[in-house]
């Protein structure tokens, strides 16, 4: 089992930067597919990017394609999510998720991943 620890969010204005970070304790990330999702008040948990165990693999939401960039550090045990040109619609909670997805159609569904963080907001003004 792992456990992981979102960090990083914040406020920040339209067109800004900011890079969240997934802190694993327990077992080691690098045994897992990692995936980013968010939640806006009022609207359901989205996709928004994943990174397969390999590192190899990685798939994006069409809406941060461009500007969002996911990443491991298999030595830190942490997975990161480097965001940029970041716009009001971004603002939500987001979580960082692990588990082993066995189809890659699958990697875009929140239910297929095991293990959740508590989740950092972030907060874009315009």
């Known amino acids: 089992q792992v456990q992981v620890v979102e960090s990083g969010g914040g406020l920040v204005q339209a067109g800004g930067s900011l890079r969240l970070s997934c802190a694993a304790s327990?077992?080691?990330?690098?045994?897992?597919?990692v995936g980013w999702f968010r939640q806006a008040p009022g609207k359901e948990r989205e996709f928004v990017a994943t990174i397969r165990e390999s590192g190899v693999y990685i798939y994006y939401a069409d809406s941060v394609l461009g500007r969002f960039a996911i990443s491991r550090d298999n030595a830190k045990n942490t997975v990161y999510l480097q965001m940029n040109s970041l716009k009001p619609e971004d603002t939500a909670v987001y979580y960082c998720a692990a588990g082993a997805v066995v189809y890659t159609q699958d990697l875009r569904s929140w239910d297929k991943y095991d293990y959740w963080g508590q989740g950092t907001q972030v907060t874009v003004s315009s």
């Open positions: 327990g077992r080691t990330l690098s045994s897992y597919d």
